[in-house]
């Protein structure tokens, strides 16, 4: 509770409470400036100092139409989308639906009270005194959640979904493992393609949970282009790589401080169980004779770019290169949000221990490994310069078009008995009669979908 300086007694309403005590909640203290200003500052990492970004915290004993900013004054990243009109969400207990603060209310600057550090301030009213408010930097998506997911998901009973405990984190917590494809699959005699994903190795890009539970969705779907895919190709999905960070609200790090992407070279067992024990299964599928490695994505959010975008590696071979390039631009036919433009391949040193550089340079010619990033805000539509914030829906909806270029990418096409129509919520679209080879697949000009707009809370 936070109260004015002096005051005695016992609280009043419009003495805010604040708490982050709970599953992927972030705060570390709040400082009363006044009466209508708060300065709150982000706890670090656990074991690590640098990152301070992600945000999650409640307030409650509010006073109805009582008016405050709130000042967040210890970020570790000076670039933000906040300069590009992104803004915090928020949802309470009588609206439990998150939605984004009107970016008016929000402000980002460097604050000559706090040694010219950037700072987001936002204004808010908060208008029903018995509603618990909470505020996120982005919609957050819990290990619990993905427990009840993938729970939800075994009791189907699905005969070609299957889940397995990997292994677990430092704090004894799931690694989930799941396998996506036809009855067996693996004990066929012809070659099966095997895509290999992983999301949430970083804790606080939440959007790439939502965009691996819309692929999962797809795949385990009814939908036509799901059964072909699952006849032709082996899907293993890891869907939570961090599962201690995000329990901890975490913005990168693991509970031990360690970035987990900058140690796939040499994970240790004990440090980094879970990274130990993915890395294991991907050496092991890429020398299994009954199948073929063909990618790897890494799912990631990114704070400062919009859009969905890739990362790509850069090899000697120019054949390899120009091989690299070709799923990302046959997504662009099926994702209006994903933009090559932003897609980029590279080698740096710095990233040397990313699962993408690292599995790049073991795995053979025939594999590919990419960075899959998505905006924590917004994307721009073809022939639009206004950004459409992103939802969770249209997250979701990234992750079904990245599993229907699959069919594009293997051209799989020809053997849907009839074209399928697309579903309502996926906006899937298939490639012209589907006989596009690989490297046609330049970025067609799609209208971009139109969005509800929702009544924000004040």
């Known amino acids: 509770m936070v109260t004015p300086p002096g005051h005695t007694g016992a609280s009043k309403k419009g003495h805010l409470v604040f708490d982050a005590c709970f599953e992927s909640g972030n705060l570390g203290r709040v400082d009363y400036i006044s009466e209508f200003e708060f300065d709150l500052f982000i706890r670090p990492d656990t074991c690590n100092p640098r990152f301070r970004v992600w945000f999650n915290f409640t307030v409650e004993n509010v006073r109805e139409s009582q008016r405050v900013i709130f000042n967040i004054v210890n970020f570790s990243k000076t670039k933000s989308l906040y300069r590009d009109g992104m803004s915090p969400v928020v949802k309470s207990t009588s609206r439990p639906k998150w939605q984004r603060i009107p970016a008016k209310n929000v402000y980002y600057y460097r604050c000559p009270d706090h040694r010219k550090n950037y700072v987001m301030s936002f204004a808010f009213c908060f208008d029903r005194e018995y509603d618990v408010y909470q505020f996120a930097y982005c919609y957050p998506y819990t290990y619990s959640r993905l427990q009840h997911y993938l729970d939800s998901l075994e009791k189907r009973k699905l005969d070609y979904v299957q889940r397995e405990l990997l292994g677990l984190s430092v704090q004894q917590r799931r690694l989930d493992l799941l396998t996506i494809t036809s009855p067996g699959s693996l004990t066929a005699d012809n070659e099966k393609k095997l895509v290999f994903l992983t999301a949430r190795v970083h804790p606080g890009e939440s959007p790439a949970s939502f965009v691996c539970q819309g692929l999962i969705d797809f795949l385990v779907s009814s939908h036509p282009v799901a059964r072909v895919l699952r006849d032709h190709v082996i899907f293993m999905v890891v869907p939570m790589l961090n599962p201690d960070g995000v329990y901890l609200g975490n913005y990168r790090c693991s509970l031990m401080g360690f970035d987990l992407n900058r140690h796939w070279q040499d994970p240790s067992s004990w440090a980094h169980p879970t990274l130990h024990a993915v890395k294991q299964l991907i050496v092991k599928m890429s020398k299994d004779s009954r199948v073929s490695l063909d990618f790897y994505i890494d799912v990631h959010a990114h704070s400062t770019m919009m859009n969905g975008f890739m990362y790509g590696n850069i090899f000697e071979e120019e054949e390899r290169v120009q091989r690299q390039a070709v799923f990302p631009r046959l997504l662009c036919h099926n994702a ?108 067609s000009v799609q209208e971009g979908s139109k969005f509800e707009r929702r009544k924000n809370i004040r």
């Open 336 to 443: 209006p949000d994903f933009s090559l433009s932003n897609t980029s391949f590279n080698r740096d040193v710095v990233k040397a221990g990313t699962g993408r550089r690292f599995l790049g340079g073991l795995l053979d010619d025939t594999s590919y490994c990419y960075t899959l990033e998505v905006s924590f805000y917004s994307y721009l539509a073809a022939g639009s310069s206004v950004p459409i914030p992103y939802t969770e829906e249209t997250y979701m909806k990234l992750g079904r078009n990245v599993a229907r270029t699959f069919l594009d990418y293997y051209r799989l096409n020809s053997l849907l008995e009839e074209k399928p129509l697309s579903h309502p919520s996926s906006s899937l679209h298939s490639l012209a009669g589907g006989r596009q080879t690989h490297e046609q697949g330049s970025r």
